[in-house]
Structures are given as C-alpha cells and as structure tokens.
C-alpha cells in the first residue's frame, strides 16, 4: 500500500503546475457532482414526494383522530354504573310487581352475584316477557332454567339462576 501511496505521489511530483491546476479543479467537480447526486438530489427529491403525500397523511391522520373520538364517545355511553346485588335484588323484585308474578314468585334468593327465583303456577308468556326484559334491563344472564308444564293452560312451575354480570366480572378482573 505504502509502494502504490509513493507511486501516486512521485507522479504528482512530475506533473506541471497547470496539470495540477486541472487535476485539482475537475476533482473538485466531480466532488461537487458527487455530493450533489448522492447527498443533495435524493433528499430533495424526497422531501417534495413527502410535500406531495402530505395532505393525503393529514387526511388519513385526521380519519383516525375520528375514528378514536367515536371510540372514546361509545367507551364513555356503554359505561354503566356499577349497581350493588342489593339494587339488582330490588330492581328484580320491582320488575316482577310491575309484570304481575309477585303471586307466582316462591322464593328469591341472592347469594353473592347469583339471583335463584322460583315460580309456581306461572304463565309462561309473562315469565318470558318479564325474564327478557329484566335481562336486558339489569345487565343479567341466565345459568339455568327447569321448567315443568302445568296441566291448565300455559302455566308452569320451575327455577330460573340468574347471574348478575357486573357481580362476576368483579371477581375475575377485567377482561
């Protein structure tokens, strides 16, 4: 490496002074050139493609700030407050006096997020009437329901378990 560095140097040393000039003045063109064409053109080029997808970025940027409002607008309504068993207890009952099965009703009984009712001679209609609304209405699900037909009409005598959701979902953590 070191023969080729003195080569290249006692070469130099041969050269005229104008010849010098001349090497000195086109390796600084193609330097020039070079800087221009590898560093310069490429950023520049890319900073106007950039300007030219900018307002479609913003467009799509702002298609996604809607996007999340909405979701921040619908966490926020399907937000319920949390209601103790007791409230459910009490809304279950006041559910059955306005359907009109306080006569069929044999027992309620809570314990911890589970809601047991038993009816006796009940119409079936009405029990499913009110068991739908009362489901939607209180955040409840059913665990089991046995039911027996009665001999008169569409009456029926059975068990319904009911599990308050927000009851479970305490005990479990969040999902």
Sequence with gaps: MSALLESAL???RLLQPRERRLLILAFGVLSVAGVFLFG???AW???AALERRLPELRSQVAAVDRVVQEVRELESAA???V???QAVRLAVENSIDS???RGSLARLQVNG???DLEFRQV???SLMGWLDATLREQRLRVLDVSFNREAAGDRVSGRVLLEHAQGASAGQGAR
Excluded: C, D, K, Y
């Design 10 to 12: 006692q070469r130099w």
């Design 40 to 42: 310069f053109e490429p």
């Design 45 to 47: 080029n890319g900073r």
């Design 79 to 81: 937000r319920v407050p």
């Design 83 to 85: 209601q103790t068993v």
């Design 99 to 101: 359907a009109g099965l």
């Design 113 to 115: 997020a589970l809601i």
């Design 123 to 125: 119409s079936f209609s």
